[in-house]
């Protein structure tokens, strides 16, 4: 006998004879009705258990959280809630869950309980939803790069470089944290390290992937990346996934086609094949936004909002539009925003961003041509001398969920940028080199997954859609 799933089990429409099926028990009602999940749905499906014909010592042991393995006959149901369930014929138990000590109890726990038990929250219905919908987003990216001739490519993870320049880099070293060697002047000796010089854990890949880009023309990498901000906000990790595509030969309008197409690809892609987990999720938001008061209710449903961001063009608006727009708006009933934009060349906080995205324009606006001493290093410099080939593209309820750029091709143009930020020419001289042979034209952007996965599920807190969130406070498991 073949073992099913039970997602496979409840499409069938026909009495089979005899099914093998292994899950986890969800609850056990009456000693007769077990709600039996394996992760393959959001759906359990129901195994009855005629007592009589069972040991109750084993019947005991079907409690919450317990592992079992049930042979039967799948027939129709008698009963409301499903089309088939399994009449057991055998039943074991393969690992018991002791009722009293098990965390994951048939009720609603809060996010900050199931935060805290990361390792068990899969076995909820909403965190198994947006789990699985974090692993078909996945699939959906390489789906696209591979479909448009893009090649995978692996950025290191160890790296000597700051990819932005922000200083914001966990150190990885092997000396001796207590006791390093230091040179005359006291400072840590990094030349005594393994490496011989400083590494980090990589900020991005963005710069390995350009050196791809520059040979292999279309490239994207999808790994880990991290960032040492003490950013503690429901927004920012300490490790975040990052999706880097880089194209040579491709200017910044090019890239803004690019990424806006990605995005409605993978978008489209769960609308289509993930409908069961995306309707448990709206549903749970419109529960949610029903407690809230009128003017604080979301005016759109999650797979709304989703179909609105397939079906409409993003905005494409300048720095200096959006500036003039901040300037000349009343956000709210104090008619300010808590950091008022007076200048030219100031960064918008994510209050600016959301207001143009949900107030203003209504819709995923692309931001580009941002003053230059904003951005990084590496964006191209436009013929004004002030503004970059940047963009940022905003996303309701999320703000920023994509940063790129054209990245500056001319080497004296980077070498003079480079300069005016201390950044020593030895430390990029393979960076430089792309610009010294055979330069080109060339741009790409990148994406946070879990900013992605949080607009895809409607999960407010990027803590809740990766399996083991690194923030400041948490690194427990
Ligand atoms: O805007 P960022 O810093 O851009 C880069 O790293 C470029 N090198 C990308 C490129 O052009 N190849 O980061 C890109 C995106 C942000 O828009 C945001 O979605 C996400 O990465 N991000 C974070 N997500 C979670 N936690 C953090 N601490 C994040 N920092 C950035
Ligand atoms: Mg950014």
Redesign the pocket.
Known sequence: MQLRTVSELLSQEIVIPDVEIKGWVRTFRANRFIALNDGSTLNNIQCVVDFEQFDEALLKRITTGAAIHVKGELVESQGKGQQVEIQVKELDVLGDSNPDTYPIQPKKHSFEFLREHAHLRTRTNTFSAVMRLRSALSFAIHKYFNENGFYYMHAPIITGSD??G?G?MFKVTTLDAENPPKDENGNVDYSKDFFGKETNLT?????E?ETYAMSLGKVY?FGP?F?A?N?NTS??????W?I???VAFMDLAGNMDLAEDFMKYVIKYILVNNREDLEFLDKRLQDEDKKKPQAERSPMSLIEKLNFVTDNHFKRVSYTEAIDILRNSKPNKKKKFKYIIDEWGTDLQSEHERYLVEKHFKCPVILFDYPANIK?F?MRLNDDGKTVRAM??LFPG?G??????QREERLDVLKEKMAAINIPEEELWWYLDLRKFGTAVHS?????????VMFATGMSN?RDVIPFPRTPQNAEF
């Open positions: 990819a932005e922000a914001e900020v991005s890949g963005q710069l992937a990498t990346t960032r901000e950013s927004r920012h990790l300490a490790e975040f990052m880097e595509p880089e990084a590496y940022d593209i999320i920023e969920i994509v940063g790129g750029a790409g952007f990148g994406l946070g997954f879990e900013r992605l990027i």
